[in-house]
Every structure is written in C-alpha cells, then in structure tokens.
C-alpha cells in the first residue's frame, strides 16, 4: 500500500478514556488508522489489540499545552475530541480542560482543514450555573465558531463496564446503609451505553452525520434519579434506605467533601447543582431527527448490561443467587 493509498488518519483526543476507548474500537473495526493523544500515553497501551498491527499509535498530549495539541494533530484528517472532566483536580480544571481545552483542538483542526466531531453533554449552557454545563457550553460554540462543520454529541450520562455513574452508586451501596436521594430523587435521566455513543462517532467520521448539527444521544429508559438507585440496589443483591437529602444540604456536603485531601469526592456541589435539571434528550432534538432513534441506532438496554458488570459489589459475587420474582 502506497501513502497516497493509507487509510485517513483519524486524532482521538481522550481516547484512553471511557468513551475514548469505545470510539478507538468503533473506528479500528471500519479499518482508519487511529492516532490516540492523551496526557499518559503509556496507559493507553491497552487499546493496541482493538486494532491491527500499526493501525493504532499513541503521542503524548495536554490541552492545557497548545502546542501539544498542535503536534498531535498534524496529518490528521478527522480529529474527536472526547476530553471532558466530571469533577476538577489541580490545575485540570473545567474551563482549562473542557473550555479553552476544546477550543485549542478547535484551533488545530482549522489550522490544518481536519473535520471535527466535538462531545459535549446534555445540558451544555453557557449560562448555566454549574460550572461544568457552562464550560461545555462555551466550548460548543468555541467549536462552531473555529469549525463551523464540526458535529457535536450531547450525551446523556453514560452507562457500561467502566461508568461512573452505576458503579458509583453500586460502591457505596456496598458499604453504606443509606443512599441519598438529592433533591427528593426526582431528577430525571436518560442513560445511553457508551458503545451506541461510539457508534454515533464513528458514523460521524463516516461523513453520514449532518455539518455543524448537534445530535443528543439517550437511550431506551428514562429514569429518575430514584429510579436508577433502587435499579442498582436490585441488580446487586442489596437492600439500602434511602433517604432524601435537599439539595442545600448535599451542596454544602459535597463543596465539604471536594476540599478534603487525597480522596475522590463521590459527590461534589457542582454536581449537585446538575441534578436540577433533568438530563434528557429535547423535544427539538427528537423532532429534527437528531437522536439515536434519527439514525436508526436501536438503544442497548440498562438491563442487558448492567449486571454484568456490577456483578463484584453483590455479597457473594457471582454466586449470590437472584431474587425471586414477585
């Protein structure tokens, strides 16, 4: 195969992480060539048997370093930036990481005529008082405005084998009496598994999705916020109280929890302030076609997936015997 004759070469920034790993393995199977950046490279390797010999290549990238970003694009003809944080560290913070962070990839692609396919979240808004929606929000139009073709995917939180959102809860039900239900529990969600993100993706570096539109993904359940705990507590084998915690008070315990050394917060006031609004594909979306369902994707179910992987945090593991149904 001559270079005239190679594959496009497609730049997957984040591509070790959660959703990362599963648009490494969408675009590997349509045989692109895939150059993963990311901070550690050497904790990536782990996605190399995705692909074939060659075919996936690592290079060393921050988004707070520009020219970083700069050199990990060169050659690309599609970048994906999947970067994103949920809850700040040190000098990774929202607006440097998913803010500026974006805008550079933005940057770099427009430098060098690459498309981009840019994922953001549900609930994106500038105006938005959480620091997270307001910094994906920014980075949206950041994007637009640097690529105006550029397609964006706005997830609804994310479900599979590495999530943090079950495997959270699932944790603590392991270790805890209670589960709080924020805010009363009421929130509603519309989880969507990884794998049909990645899908969309790679559908987009296909060239099959609409320039410059932007596609909310959702899947089949939508579900409270209550909904989802008493769903892990029943695929784990646990009986848990919950309790209802107002949302003034779990602010002021997460905002305590985010100051204390050397531990990952399992709830921080900025996600607090997320579940005040529900977390759902728009009506505007499902009417423009902009889905799951637009595309003709078929959702994979929470249940058909769920107890697979948290089959470790029931009492015996494996060998914990399912309840009975009613």
Known sequence: ???????????????????????????????????????????????????????????QANLRYPDSVTKAAEGSDHIVNCVGLLAESGKNTFAAVQDKGAAVIAAAAKAIGAKLTHV???????????????????????VLEAVPDAVIIRPSVVFGPEDNFFNKFAAMAKT?????????????FQPVYAGDVAE???????????PGATYELGG???????????????????????????FGLASVIGKIAEKVPLITPPLTGDQVELLHKDNVVSAAAEQAGLTLKGLGIAPVLI??????YTVHFRPQGQFTRPAKAA
């Not at 997270?132 to 920014?138: D, E, H, L, Q, V």
């Not at 559908?203 to 609409?210: E, I, N, P």
């Not at 249940?303 to 697979?308: E, F, G, Q, R």
């Open 220 to 246: 089949e359940d939508v579900l409270s916020f209550e909904d989802c705990l008493k769903l892990v507590l029943k695929t784990i084998s646990r009986k848990r109280l919950l309790i209802t915690l107002p």
């Open 303 to 308: 249940s058909s997936v769920l107890a697979n």
């Open 120 to 142: 953001s979240a549900i609930g994106a808004d500038a105006s938005s008082a959480s620091f997270y929606a307001s910094t994906k929000g920014r980075a949206e139009k950041a």
């Open 1 to 59: 195969m001559t270079l005239a004759n190679l594959p496009p070469l497609v730049t997957v920034f984040g591509g070790s992480g959660f959703v990362g790993r599963y648009v490494v393995g969408a675009l590997a199977k349509r045989g692109y060539r895939i150059r993963v950046a990311c901070r550690r490279p050497d904790l990536a390797l782990f996605l190399q048997p995705l692909g074939n010999v060659g075919q996936i290549s690592f290079v």
């Open 200 to 210: 969309v993706i790679a559908r987009s570096v296909d060239g099959k999705l609409k």
């Open 176 to 188: 805890s009496p209670v589960l709080p239900l924020i805010g009363g529990g009421q929130t509603k």
